[in-house]
């Protein structure tokens, strides 16, 4: 058996991020056919049982994109702005900690 040494072996950490972001394009795809087949269904058929499961769906979706989009972006690695002052950082970091806006003057 033997060994492939030339590509690095990628984390468990990674693999699943970008997993996720396969997934964020699912939901993504499944929330605009929901969008447009529950504006039809009430176009056609307003107050229909087949509106409002094409809308519990729609809310599926968005609510799993939100939830992948807020992983993906909290487990985003902090980064150098080149326009912040001081090369203060910005990305994950700054959002979780929740800096003033003015905390610079």
């Known amino acids: ?54 809308l519990l769906l729609l809310t599926v979706f968005v609510g799993l994109l939100g939830v992948t989009s807020r992983f993906l972006t909290a487990s985003a690695p902090a980064r150098r702005s080149p326009r912040a002052p001081y090369g203060r950082l910005v990305g994950a970091t700054v959002r979780r900690a929740a800096v003033d806006a003015t905390s610079w003057r």
């Open 1 to 54: 058996m033997t060994v492939d040494t030339d590509t690095p072996a990628r984390s468990s950490a990674a693999r699943a991020e970008q997993g996720l972001r396969r997934m964020r394009v699912f939901y993504a795809a499944g929330t605009a056919l929901w969008a447009a087949s529950a504006a039809w269904t009430a176009w056609t058929h307003p107050g229909s049982r087949q509106m409002w499961v094409a």
